[in-house]
Each structure stands twice: as C-alpha cells, then as structure tokens.
C-alpha cells in the first residue's frame, strides 16, 4: 500500500443510500475494506456522518405533533444506534471498534488536542478501529468555538491530529467538476486539484441530502489537510473498493496532493510555533540518537530544562553545548520534565503520579534542526 495511515470520511450520503436511515448493506461494504487495509498492515480512523440521519428515523412517531427535538437531541439517539451498527458489522470481521467524540474545544485547546492525539494512538496501537464524530451533544455553536459543523472539516482535523498519509472522503458524487454533474451533463471529472484557490472554491456547491456537507465543505476539509502535510481524496463510496484502491494510489475521484512532502509541511508548522518560553537540554547520548538514528527523547536522555513552556507546545532542543539538535511538541509542562529528567520511562507515573506517554517528545512529533 502507498498509505500506511488513512482516515476515511463517511458522508451521510453514502450511509444512507439517499434513504431516510442507515444502509447496513452500505456500511458491510464499507466495513469489508476497512478490514482489507488492516490486514495489509494499515491503520485506519472512520469519520462517521449519520447520527442525525439514524436519531431522526429512530424518533419518528414517537414525539408528540409540532414539537421537534434540538439537532443535538437528535444526534444523541442517532450516535448509539449508528455505533451499534458499526461494531455489530465490524464484529463480524473479529475487529474491536472504539467511539471517539470531538468538538472544536477539543482541538483548539492544546491540553485538549494533545489527550484526543494520544488516545488515537492508544486506539490504534491496541489494534482497534477508532470511529470519529463530532460530540453533537455538547457542541452547541459555531460562533462561540464549541462546534465544527460538519465532519469534512472534522476528518481534515483528525488526520492532521494522527499524522496521516492520506485522507479519503467519501461520497456520494465522483469527485469534484468544473461545473454542477446535476445541472449540467457535459460536466467534466478534475482528477488532479494542484492548489485549492479562489477559482476552485467557486467549483463547489451547497449542501444536499441528509447530511450537514457539501462540495464546498470538501474543499474546505481538502484545504486544511493538504496544508498538514496530507494527501486527500474525494471520490464516490459507492464504487466497489474504492477505499482500497485510493490507499494502494490508484487514481480515483479527484486527488489533491499535499504541497511538498508531509515532514516539510509538519517542519514548516513546527519551526513556527517554537516557544520563546524556554527549552529542553539533552546529554551526549541523546542527542546522537535524535540526530542519527530519529528516535523519540525520553525522560532518561534530558539533562536540563530551561524556561517556562506548557503541554503541547513546540520547544527546541539543545545540546550540552548549546547548539540546537532538533524541534518538536512536549507530551510534558516544563516544571514536569524537570521532574522526571534523567528517569527511566517507566518511573513517570510513580514520580508524577499520572503519565501522558512515555516519550518527553515523540519522534512524530520532532523536526531535526
């Protein structure tokens, strides 16, 4: 496989089959690839859309004329039936899944955004397959930053979150066209987007169907997670193994390459947000191995901390002569390494009591300097 790492964005569109509930034939055939990329050594996060779609169809005839129930009402019926559905169809491939619920909060914060990373790898390295949606419960508005919207955008953040390789977004069109397919029967497929700019934006429409996305969101979704480093897909899920094939390279739908190589993009945001807070010291040994062999720092290998810097920040590091080894984002505040400087990995929670890792920086998160 091309991609190792891939988030699949499944639109309510497609889980749906344009009916008015979930398509469990729809989501078996979903369900089967998923299963094929694992057993070919990838690892996979599902985006999920149709809790609204499921919580609408379960409420049907059950609330009393003229009184309707919140979207997020809605949506916290639909979510345990639409995670019932996933696990019953995954189970039947001996396939553990895991309900992961985000909101905006979750990644913008950065104490937030560093817990919801660390479970996805958590998830993932336990051999599950972590399936996303936005907490719609509690994600009441755009406007004050507690809500996404929509989970196009959604699954560019997640595969930013997990460092993905690619992310497919799947639909219920081909991709994206130089004009409108249902409007206009000369519309033509762009199998290759270069650069999201202001003429491609205006290719995308409104929303349709049961979901909360369009064109338009896809873009936006494409946008984000090119500019992370990733490369992103959109194509129609209803094409038989179509997530196989985009993961193998396989031209489908519209590709929209990342713009240069997923280390440089992840450098470039890196080296723009080192803190001025303060750094990290590493001995001799440490840094050898950061700068030959790309390994992760460990609390053994830090000699010194210097400053003031939180959980999550971008901080340099330093060796004992000072010359700057490399760059990358702390699983630990700067008063906690200085705690567990010099320890081995497995005395972090004795000595602070809890651990978020045992890596002071992990090698997925550093840049070489």
């Known amino acids: 496989m091309r991609y190792r790492r891939i988030v699949a964005k499944f639109g309510t569109s497609l889980l749906t089959a344009g009916s008015d509930r979930l398509d469990l034939e729809a989501m078996s055939r979903l369900v089967g690839q998923v299963v094929r990329l694992r057993e070919q ?44 559905s996933w696990d019953e169809l995954f189970d039947w491939h001996d396939t553990v899944v895991a309900q992961v619920l985000l909101t905006r909060r979750d990644l913008s914060d950065r104490l937030g955004y560093l817990n919801a990373r660390n479970t996805l790898r958590d998830l993932l390295d336990a ?9 719609d419960a509690v994600a009441l508005d755009e406007v004050l930053a507690t809500r996404i919207g929509e989970n196009d955008s959604l699954s560019a953040y997640v595969a930013n979150l997990i460092d993905a390789d690619l992310l497919a977004i799947l639909t219920d069109v081909e991709g994206l066209y130089d004009s409108d397919p249902r409007t ?9 987007v270069e650069r999201i700019d202001l003429s491609v934006e205006a290719l995308g429409g409104g929303a349709h169907g049961a979901g909360t996305g369009g064109m338009a969101t896809k873009l936006r979704a494409a946008h984000i ?23 193998a390279g396989e031209p489908r739908g519209t590709f929209f390459p990342a713009p240069g190589d997923r280390l440089e993009s992840r450098k470039r945001w890196i080296l723009g947000n080192i803190s001025r807070g303060g750094h990290i010291v590493v001995d001799a040994g440490a840094a050898a191995a950061l700068r030959a ?3 992760s720092l460990l609390p053994a290998g830090v000699a010194a901390v210097t400053g003031a810097f939180g959980r999550g920040e971008a901080v340099e590091i330093r060796d004992l002569e000072g010359n700057r080894v490399a760059a990358g984002t702390v699983n630990y505040a700067s008063d906690e390494i200085a705690r567990i400087r010099g320890l081995r990995s497995d005395r972090i929670a004795e000595t602070l009591g809890y651990a978020y890792g045992e890596e002071v920086i992990h090698r997925d998160n550093m840049v070489l300097l």
Not at 127 to 135: L, M, Q, R, S, W
Not at 232 to 244: C, K, N, Q, T, W
Request: contains cysteine.
């Open 41 to 84: 050594g990838c690892r996979v996060v599902v985006v999920s859309s149709g809790a609204q779609a499921a919580g609408r169809h379960r409420l049907r005839g059950r609330l009393e004329p003229g009184r309707g129930p919140s979207r997020q009402a809605v949506a916290s019926v639909g979510q345990s039936h639409l995670m019932q």
């Open 184 to 192: 206009n029967p000369e519309a033509k497929l762009l199998d290759r």
């Open 225 to 247: 997670a090119t500019q992370a480093g990733v490369d992103v897909v959109v194509a129609s899920g209803r094409e038989p193994g179509v997530l196989v094939a985009v993961a």
């Open 127 to 135: 051999g599950t397959v972590p399936i996303v949606n936005e907490n």
């Open 293 to 295: 062999q790309g390994r």
